[in-house]
């Protein structure tokens, strides 16, 4: 796709740096599977430590990762509450009912947020005919709503219900850092509430492969063995955790521009003709764009950014999804702007 000049598809785009390459070739490297990798071992050290967990395990992606916890929490036949939304429902190919034969309760959120009534309603009681809840999933930020926050009250609220009634709690924080950047609240705070974490480095950190999964001792021990059944068991893979490690020391305190960039393109795409922004929405590093124009729909307006050079992916028939990252420049958000502005000059 060599004409794609302004790339908004997705953080996950992002090249390693040219510091991030130095880091990942001067690696110590063992073999990981067992458990011999001082790169990986000191960064899901780093990991624990940044989160407040026990231990932690470096894993290929953000989708193994939720679906080894999914897979640790739950017995098959069980029910997993989650946002209707999520990416574990949406975009993991059905991956929880083929790898640990669980079903999906899905609730409508506010903004991806749950409310704590519903979540109380779908808990099901004891009775033969009802599956039993073994799970709740939270996503912050939330991706298919625009890059939300979940605002920590809320998370307290379900924290509390969920260990009332004995349910696990599993985060889905590929950007959790995100939240982080634009709260001020610390990582440890978010994920004191949780029974495990996933945290993705290959979002906006900006490193090119990887995501931790992190929890007790005894739920990291069972992880490992099921990445190992999974496919994800690797070998001299310190290279990569060194671009991860990069990143925490390099690219958190950065994420900051992303913003700050998204909220660049979302005032100026606001007011355009045949367009719309909720901007409660726009709290993170993405942008959903409404497209309600006389002459295009969502999925026809990102084929014309496309040939202009400017790549955002229709999320549905309505919406565009722009995201920034380490990769795009506040100049490079103005020329969207402006290409933007001229193909849709008359609505
Ligand atoms: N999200 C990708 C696509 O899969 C949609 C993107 O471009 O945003 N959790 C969340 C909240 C995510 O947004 C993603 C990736 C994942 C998990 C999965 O991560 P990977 O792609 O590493 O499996």
Request: glycine share 8%; net charge neutral.
């Amino acid at each position: 796709m060599n004409h794609i000049r302004i790339d908004l598809r997705s953080d996950t785009v992002t090249r390693p740096s040219r510091g991030m390459r130095d880091a990942m070739m001067r690696a110590d490297v063992g073999d990981d599977v067992y458990g011999e990798d001082p790169t990986v071992n000191f960064l899901q050290e780093r990991v624990s430590e940044l989160l407040g967990k026990d231990d932690a395990l470096y894993v290929p992606s953000g989708t193994m990762s939720n679906q080894i916890a999914i897979k640790i929490h739950t017995q098959p036949g069980q029910e997993v509450i989650c946002e209707e939304n999520c990416h574990i429902f949406n975009y993991e190919a059905g991956a929880s009912a083929f790898l640990s034969r669980v079903q999906m309760h899905t609730l409508r959120g506010n903004y991806g947020v749950l409310n704590i009534d519903d979540v109380k309603n779908a808990i099901r009681a004891e009775n033969v005919h009802l599956p039993p809840t073994g799970l709740i999933c939270i996503e912050n930020t939330h991706n298919r709503a625009g890059g939300t926050i979940y605002p920590l009250e809320n998370i307290a609220e379900i924290a509390k219900l969920a260990a009332q009634k004995g349910i696990p709690l599993h985060l889905d924080g590929a950007r959790l850092m995100n939240a982080v950047v634009a709260t001020g609240i610390p990582a440890r705070e978010w994920t004191g509430y949780f029974d495990s974490v996933s945290l993705c480095f290959s979002k906006g950190l900006g490193a090119p492969i990887g995501s931790v999964l992190s929890g007790t001792k005894e739920f990291i021990h069972k992880a490992r063995k099921y990445r190992k059944i999974f496919g994800g068991g690797m070998r001299q893979v310190g290279i990569l955790a060194a671009a991860c490690l990069y990143a925490l020391d390099n690219n958190i305190k950065r994420l900051a521009d992303d913003h700050e960039n998204a909220c660049l393109l979302a005032e100026n795409l606001k007011n355009l003709p045949g367009l719309f922004i909720d901007m409660k929405q726009v709290q993170t590093n993405m942008v959903m764009i409404h497209v309600r124009h006389s002459k295009f729909n969502s999925v026809t307006l990102s084929q014309a950014l496309l040939q202009q050079g400017v790549a955002a992916n229709a999320v549905d028939a309505e919406r565009i999804r722009a995201v920034t990252h380490l990769d795009i420049t506040k100049d490079q958000i103005l020329s969207a702007v402006e290409i933007f502005r001229d193909l849709i000059k008359d609505a």
